[in-house]
């Protein structure tokens, strides 16, 4: 089961939360689509596609978007 990481904890794993750097991390939107009134998830490889993506999706006031910034686990990793 995945692990979403807060900043801190982040840091206390030697991760930078800032960083892009591929392959260690991966980015998780998890959001409210107001459209069909469900809770979806898209992960992202840059800490950058995944703000644009959640910032697309706030569209009213009843969305909302949060970019977790999770360790890509190894049977994850793209080739």
Not at 15 to 37: M, W
Not at 42 to 52: G, H, I, L, M, Y
Request: net charge negative.
């Amino acid at each position: 089961m995945e692990k979403n990481l807060s900043n801190r904890e982040a840091h206390q794993q030697g991760i930078n939360p800032g960083s892009d750097a591929p392959g260690q991390r991966e980015f998780h939107v998890t959001y409210f689509d107001t459209d069909c009134g469900r809770i979806r998830t898209e992960v992202f490889e840059t800490a950058a596609e995944a703000e644009r993506f959640a910032s697309l999706n706030i569209r009213d006031e009843n969305g909302w978007a949060v970019v977790d910034a999770v360790q890509a686990q190894r049977g994850q990793l793209a080739a």
